[in-house]
């Protein structure tokens, strides 16, 4: 009975290490070049496949918290309405990726700028899929992410690690929101231009599908941002604008580590412990 009850806490050892809370190190990277575009703090999250941020095709006031993002760069909306989703009630879990380089930095993505993020994942075998989300700066209204919500499986099933992973994304990845009419001087976010958007109302879809998008972004050369950056090298649809990586913590690469602190010691052996018995069935 004693060898039986030894086996079937290994097994719960193996089984807390896959579906315990772990940890995840994200890092993304504004791949732009010297003089090109920015990007407001990143949305990332790690969920169940069932928290779709946008379809394209379709008009963003179907998505909660889309246009807030697209329009400001403001992740509180979109954070809302992913916790009262079904992924969020499921145990979905997100955050605001910040780029602070300094105290009065702002925490935008410069062009070469970086930035780490160190994420809890939940139940691994329940949030197996990554999204995210950024607007491009200085824009109107155009956005990046993911509208398949399961393009991106971060675990296998069983909770292992699938990475790393890395994401790339293309300017003809980026998305027009279709809520504010595309004008440099006309209350683009971030730009120094100043003006006054005007709204309209059509369907989200990729940029660089019509007609003007290049001279769109073309319009900004020569113009700054409002922190004092002069816009000089706008992207095209082939170039690499951002890169998302994905990579275990020190932890996740350590099952004993239990309860995913880093540290292999007595809280580890309790929640093994607590599951010492015959096994069920």
Partial sequence: MGLMQSSCAVVALAGLAAAGHAEIKVTVENVNGAGGFFFTPFWVALHNGEFDSYDGGTLASMWPGL??????GDTGPISEAFHAS???K????DSTILAVAFATDAPVLNPGERATFTMETGDRTVNRWFGYASMVIPSNDLFVANG????HEIFAANGTFNGPVVIEITGGASNDNGTEVNDAFGGAAFSANGGEGADEK?????FFTEDGDSKYLAS??????VTGFEI????GPDDVIVRITIEQTASATCPADVDGDDDV???DLLQILDGWGPCPG
């Fill in 220 to 225: 900004f050369i020569g113009t700054e941002t």
């Fill in 67 to 72: 246009t807030e993002l697209a329009e400001a």
């Fill in 86 to 88: 079904p992924a969020g």
């Fill in 148 to 151: 398949n919500p399961l393009a």
């Fill in 90 to 93: 499921a145990g979905g879990v």
């Fill in 265 to 267: 010691d007595f809280d």
């Fill in 202 to 206: 059509v369907e989200i879809r990729n």
């Fill in 232 to 235: 000089t090298d706008p992207f």
